[in-house]
């Protein structure tokens, strides 16, 4: 057991590994569906490829889900709508109008002809006159709005006005529902016209008094028949649901089809209806336990494939962790969602934007892990995906075409451009893919082609998605070079400012070595970001550096060899500083500290051992030599040769082909032999291509020409 826990200490970073890839491998299969996979690959309108089939068993032959989606579209189409009665809406109508009535009676006997009432002289008897008046108006309003109530005020709405005159809907009167018409019922409009039609036969009454109070009556909240949107789901649900799944049954020793026949309609039914029928018949529950262990080796397998691509092939981006859960969490949280959108029946499959998985991977990482990625998650949801030779072909040719468009990301509209080129590989495949289908045009099923659309557009979402992946695991995205390197940046602005040499000095560094990246396959964009800040701590003391001494004044003669060398040395710690106050990423930071890796101040050096021929050279070094580390890239490793021999090519008094070529070869050998490059994952063929670009561009920077012999 010691030993054990030995073991795990020692190795504990590949232990820690084999639990990141464990735990992907685990969710991922718990989420699988656990039912059989039926062991048959068909098509319609292809031909049999298997064995003639015969029926092992008795099937039910059920509809396709098109021709029942149909027949439920038009039981909705022509549903019966249901509607409620509000039998108190009457008593409300006739308070408000006798509200009305008494509010108004007063006022509209003041204007009456005060002659018809002169024939009474007894004030009791005018007053018996007035109520009995009043009463006849009561009574006259009152029958005509029990009237208009007992047949209905129906509420407009949508729903109505799907309705005609022939058209039967229903209305619940007395705890049942009644097929009535539009004719049968009243709207506010048609209430108020049929008591002008009422009251016209009225010659005791003042019909205009009348029809101002009913006129309100109507207007206000009048109706008492309303669309009852429960009922109506419910039966129509129950319509729906009687719709026939079953169409016939298929005895067992059957024959279902020959071998090489084509599939037509009727053969595709019954074989849908024995995949289902097998599907059940394999799924109890000690069934599950076997497939699922069955899922486990074949996701495993691919996880394995995976590792065997970091390991051998990509051994640096497998070596950091931070690495490892990124790219597992890729790909988990693509299976997941595409998993829960098929168990819920939440989206479309066609919606997931699968090829936003290899774009963000290519965002951080090299175009064959991103497309190695992308296969493993497309391989993993072939799987569990309707038609799964579809899914896969049309998302690996989606994916490659994404990653080639968005292999040299230099500008925000490559984005757009690469979400054209996914949204037209995904038309053409899938539309070609049909046709082979249903050999016809016109079977086309432009609804997936809308939701491959869709999918497509959701690869925008790659800019935002980087951004958060790069604050959350520290990562740098060419996004982020692209703005680092602009010239226009704060701090490179007050680099120029502040050390203009040192600020050209940055630029023809940058591109000596993004022309030497360039050749062996590097980030280009990478170096030349790194380039341009690799010496912005010289902005503390820039005269203290002779590409920024312009008066012909050195600071240097006032200091002693030792604090003269501290100042030099000073400037890559001091870089630093700047760099991580400034919210520069680490990865460019990293080559702030690396391009002098271990070397020395030569110059000083060599002064103070000349002065000192007594000190110890050991113990003198230690004051002239960087602090590290030493490059542990290629692009960190070509920094340090480029930034070196820029800056001792401006020594040459005259430069011509020889005296280029000496000091280059100098300067790099000398790196090489005090061990510079031992950490970095750089060749000597590389190394030799290298020193040829930096000595072709060093001679065209001279205009130096080569003397051919005559």
Request: hydrophobic fraction near 40%; include cysteine; aromatic fraction near 12%.
């Amino acid at each position: 057991m010691a030993n054990f826990l030995n073991e795990i200490r020692n190795r504990h970073d590949l232990f820690y590994k084999i639990v990141l890839f464990l735990t992907c491998i685990s969710i991922i299969v718990y989420l699988f569906p656990k039912e059989a996979t039926f062991k048959y690959e068909f098509q319609k309108n292809q031909p049999w490829q298997y064995e003639t089939l015969i029926a092992p068993y008795d099937i039910d032959v059920y509809r396709t889900d098109d021709e029942v989606k149909k027949d439920r579209k038009e039981i909705s189409e022509r549903r019966k709508l249901y509607f409620s009665l509000n039998q108190s809406k009457v008593k409300e109508k006739i308070e408000f109008f006798n509200r009305e009535l008494n509010k108004t009676w007063v006022a509209f006997n003041d204007k009456k002809d005060k002659g018809l009432l002169s024939v009474f002289k007894n004030e009791s008897k005018k007053k018996n006159a007035l109520i009995f008046e009043k009463r006849n108006y009561q009574k006259a309003g009152e029958s005509i709005i029990k009237e208009v109530y007992k047949r209905g005020v129906i509420e407009l709405s949508s729903e109505v006005n799907e309705l005609n005159d022939s058209v039967k809907f229903y209305v619940k009167r007395n705890n049942y529902y009644a097929g009535t018409y539009l004719g049968d019922v009243f709207t506010p409009k048609t209430a108020f016209e049929f008591s002008i039609d009422k009251l016209g036969n009225q010659n005791k009454l003042n019909t205009q008094y009348l029809l101002n109070i009913l006129e309100e009556v109507f207007n206000k909240n009048s109706a008492n028949v309303s669309f009852n949107n429960k009922e109506t789901a419910r039966i129509l649900n129950q319509e729906q649901g009687q719709v026939v799944l079953k169409e016939a049954t298929v005895k067992k020793g059957y024959r279902i089809i020959e071998k090489g026949a084509p599939i037509d309609e009727d053969n595709y039914k019954v074989l849908k209806s024995f995949e289902r029928k097998y599907k059940s018949k394999k799924g109890s529950e000690f069934s599950k336990y076997i497939i699922g262990f069955g899922q486990t080796v074949l996701v495993a397998v691919l996880m394995a494939c995976l590792t065997l691509y970091l390991a051998f092939f990509r051994p640096k981006l497998m070596e950091n962790n931070k690495n490892i859960v990124f790219i597992l969490f890729i790909i988990t949280a693509f299976v997941i969602i595409t998993i829960l959108g098929l168990k819920y029946e939440l989206f479309n499959v066609y919606i997931v934007p699968i090829c936003l998985a290899p774009i963000i991977i290519r965002s951080f990482f090299d175009t064959r892990t991103a497309f190695f990625v992308h296969l493993v998650i497309v391989l993993l949801l072939g799987f569990i995906v309707p038609n799964g030779f579809h899914f896969i072909f049309l998302q690996l040719v989606a994916g490659m075409m994404g990653i080639y468009g968005f292999a040299n990301f230099r500008n925000r509209s490559q984005l757009f451009f690469t979400t054209l080129i996914i949204a037209l590989s995904y038309a053409i495949c899938y539309i070609s893919l049909n046709i082979i289908i249903e050999g016809d045009f016109n079977e086309i099923d432009w609804l997936s082609v809308g939701y491959l659309g869709i999918s497509a557009l959701l690869t925008l979402l790659a800019y935002p998605l980087i951004y958060a992946f790069e604050k959350l695991f520290g990562f740098i995205s060419d996004v982020t070079l692209l703005e680092l390197a602009d010239t226009n940046n704060k701090i490179l602005r007050e680099l120029s400012r502040k050390a203009p040499g040192t600020f050209q000095h940055s630029l023809q560094v940058a591109n000596l070595a993004e022309a030497a990246t360039s050749i062996i396959g590097g980030n280009t964009l990478l170096i030349r970001t790194a380039a341009l800040y690799h010496d912005i701590g010289k902005m503390d003391a820039p005269m203290y550096f002779i590409e920024n001494q312009s008066t012909g004044l050195n600071p240097h003669d006032e200091l002693s060899y030792e604090e003269s060398a501290q100042i030099i040395i000073g400037h890559v710690l001091k870089g630093v500083e700047i760099a991580k106050k400034s919210g520069i990423p680490d990865t460019i930071i990293d080559f702030i500290r690396t391009h002098h890796g271990t070397t020395k101040t030569g110059y000083f050096f060599k002064m103070y051992l000349k002065d000192n021929p007594d000190e110890d050279i050991d113990v003198a070094a230690e004051m002239f030599t960087y602090p590290g580390p030493i490059p542990f890239s290629k692009e960190s490793a070509i920094l340090m040769m480029a930034d070196s021999v820029e800056a001792a090519c401006r020594s040459l008094k005259s430069p011509n082909a020889e005296s280029i070529e000496d000091l280059i070869e100098g300067i790099i050998s000398n790196q090489m032999e005090e061990g510079q490059f031992e950490n970095a994952d750089i060749t000597l063929r590389d190394i030799r291509l290298i020193k040829k670009m930096f000595k072709k561009m060093v001679m065209n920077i001279y205009h130096v020409r080569i003397e051919y012999p005559h």
